[in-house]
């Protein structure tokens, strides 16, 4: 089927459902919030927000975001059953006539055996059921055959038609497992273009993982097999090895228009502060050959590339770093600078904090001023996520002091506030952030197990801040917790501890992949 020239693409962000299902990335309201209002200014189309009968804080995070995001639609995941079709409801109608919910059930022969125990007509009848109860609420309804990619044709042909009819105006057709090619999966959106009678009457969506590398490229081959709905996330985080990168498909789609003549409502000047407040909130730190926002997307170390660059950027740059919001800061924070510079800095890159959040990180800001000559963006983030974006605290850190080195036994003595109440120990280990961890353990009786440990200066020079990242695991249960200091055992331990409140005030449950 033709296209227009100008044919816009719906961006679908699922980075706070999809998303946050990646190990220890998690977030609570506040973190949801902000990363919402990210996605606003990043002017995305859809923000699906959660899955809202998955847990109460789940449930809670999708109302918020309903309640205060203006702009994108809101949507909130259920199965095709009403009582959850009713809970998505009950957070997602804040948003009005914004709110959409995206119900799913499995339409694979493998899912139908295994997992559901279903015939095929039990599949289709329950997935009309769905739409029509949800068309009841609002007619903003999206149906996702979860596993599309591996079921048979002819079947989702008849899935499609039948959701389509009951009500269903998007259609997502996802590759739940990351399995499909991009000629395949070229090849399966035509069909059903071409199959389903009534196909014109919805939007087909496709949402891809990465587990072959392949989820941008098989978007890319949807959208120009005519799916009008691009399923994505920030950074491309959610579970396993992720899933299409949000950044990635929208500067495809702006960097070679020549061949795909399609457009997005995206402001791409804020993909780059978007992709910093995610890695900041998670602490899942993007690798620095990742595209478009990876901290050498945009390095050249090759003379002949840094020659050609120097005469001419479009030598070697596709994309320039103002389009996605990378530009030089030419403005010097130090121990002089006042608030004014430093809240308009903040602004710059993306954070909009209350006047009480900006005073916590001015004392921060002011304190490591005096100890480092300048403060950079990457100092910045830290402050906001050590002093701000924080879950409840039932453990704080008042004070530690180590001591350690090649004629003495590393000794940790730390001192908790523990639901209000100070406590104290001491306690020897293998190395002074060994016995650190296990001063920590002792004092707040946890078994957490410690599954990784990284250590990283956030920039350079040796007044740079340390920036930890702890992942624990208890209960079948993992957290992920950040520290920066500038001292490396003092960031250990705040991250550390990060982690150990995550684990406390219950991370929400996982909600369901598609």
């Not at 608030?339 to 005073?359: T, V």
Request: charged share 25%; aromatic share 6%.
């Amino acid at each position: 089927m033709s296209k227009s020239k100008a044919q816009s693409i719906m961006i679908f962000d699922t980075t706070l459902r999809d998303g946050e299902q990646s190990p220890g990335a998690s977030m609570n309201i506040e973190e949801k919030l902000r990363i919402a209002y990210q996605l606003q200014k990043l002017n995305v189309d859809v923000i699906e927000a959660g899955f809202p009968i998955a847990s109460d804080g789940d449930f809670e995070a999708v109302k918020k975001v309903a309640q205060t995001i203006k702009g994108p639609q809101i949507a909130g995941l259920s199965r095709a059953g009403d009582m959850d079709i009713d809970r998505a409801w009950e957070a997602l109608k804040y948003a009005k006539d914004r709110g959409r919910i995206h119900t799913f059930i499995a339409t694979s022969d493998i899912h139908m055996k295994y997992k559901l125990k279903m015939s095929e007509q039990q599949v289709i009848d329950t997935a009309v059921k769905a739409v029509k109860r949800a068309a009841g609420y609002t007619p903003n309804v999206e149906f996702s055959a979860e596993d599309a990619v591996r079921t048979r044709l002819p079947f989702l042909v008849k899935v499609v038609q039948a959701v389509i009819e009951a009500g269903a105006t998007t259609v997502n057709i996802p590759d739940t497992v990351g399995y499909t090619i991009p000629t395949e999966y070229f090849n399966i959106i035509r069909y059903l273009k071409e199959n389903v009678p009534n196909i014109e009457k919805a939007v087909i969506s496709v949402h891809c993982h990465n587990d072959l590398g392949l989820s941008v490229a098989n978007s890319l081959a949807a959208v120009q097999a005519g799916a009008g709905q691009v399923e994505c996330t920030i950074n491309g985080i959610g579970e396993r090895a992720g899933n299409c990168s949000l950044e990635e498909v929208v500067m495809a789609l702006r960097t070679r228009h020549d061949i795909l003549p399609y457009t997005c409502n995206v402001n791409t000047e804020h993909l780059y502060p978007t992709s910093r407040m995610l890695s900041t909130i998670t602490g899942i730190v993007v690798q620095p050959n990742k595209a478009i926002v990876g901290a050498n997307a945009f390095a050249h170390e090759a003379g002949i590339h840094q020659h050609g660059v120097m005469m001419e950027k479009s030598t070697y740059e596709i994309m320039t770093p103002e389009s996605i919001g990378l530009t030089q800061n030419k403005l010097v924070l130090g121990k002089h600078s006042g608030r004014h510079a430093f809240i308009q800095r903040l602004k710059e890159l993306g954070y909009d904090l209350g006047k009480e959040d900006i005073e916590k990180a001015f004392v921060r800001f002011k304190s490591l001023a005096d100890k480092k000559k300048e403060i950079f963006d990457e100092d910045l983030d830290a402050i906001v996520a050590d002093e701000i974006v924080r879950v409840p605290e039932r453990y704080k850190l008042v004070q530690m002091n180590v001591s350690s080195g090649t004629f003495a036994m590393p000794t940790a003595t730390v001192q908790l506030e523990i639901d209000g109440k100070a406590k104290k120990t001491a306690v020897m280990g293998d190395g002074p952030v060994d016995a650190t961890f296990k001063a920590i353990k002792t004092l707040t009786k946890s078994k957490a197990t410690l599954v990784s440990f990284t250590v990283g200066a956030i920039t350079g020079g040796t007044d740079a801040q340390g920036e930890c990242t702890v992942r624990l695991e208890e209960n079948g249960r993992e957290a992920l917790g950040q520290g920066a200091h500038s001292d490396i055992i003092v960031a250990s331990a705040k991250a550390f501890i990060n982690a150990l409140n995550k684990l406390s005030s219950g991370v929400p449950q996982r909600g369901h992949q598609l």
